[in-house]
């Protein structure tokens, strides 16, 4: 029965979590799923959707999908997970931020993607000429990462053209 060893690694993943900065642990909710394809034993492959919000500039939630492998490596948490995911960050309250503790560049989420050394993760990009955060997402991997990568942007000056 594979329970003990799925609460033995969940109870690890925890701990490493807790040597995590916090910025890194982005508070996230699970939105919703579909199944891609049926796994006779263990869970369904699924494409799965979260949301964070920006830890630093209150207003902005970031909307992720990507693949979910099932199946008994899945289960057990074994599985390499494709490097393909997808970002959309919006406008979901009055954007305030305090331009000091706002980098440059800097990544605000990051997800393990294999029980070793791949990871997802999304980059909030400062372009301050243009009033505008830009988020990108991508996979690392120890030795190889990947080029695939979803871009999205978030405008939150004032624009031209009144009166």
């Known amino acids: 029965m594979f329970f003990p060893k799925r609460v033995a690694f969940t109870s690890l993943i925890a701990m490493f979590a807790l040597l995590l900065p916090p910025a890194l642990l982005a508070q996230d909710a699970h939105i919703g799923s579909v199944r891609t394809e049926f796994k006779l034993l263990g869970p369904n492959n699924t494409i799965e959707v979260e949301r964070f919000d920006d830890p630093k500039v209150q207003g902005i939630s970031c909307y992720l999908s990507y693949s979910q492998i099932g199946g008994i490596t899945g289960a057990v948490g074994l599985a390499e997970e494709a490097s393909e995911a997808s970002v959309a960050c919006r406008q979901t309250g009055e954007i305030v931020f305090d331009p000091a503790e706002v980098e440059e560049q800097e990544v605000i ?55």
Request: charged share 20%; aromatic share 10%.
């Open 109 to 163: 989420f990051t997800q393990r993607r294999s029980a070793l050394f791949k990871n997802m993760r999304v980059v909030r990009m400062h372009d301050t000429e243009t009033q505008t955060f830009v988020y990108l997402t991508y996979s690392t991997k120890l030795v190889d990462g990947s080029p695939k990568n979803a871009i999205t942007a978030v405008h939150y000056g004032e624009l031209g053209g009144g009166q």
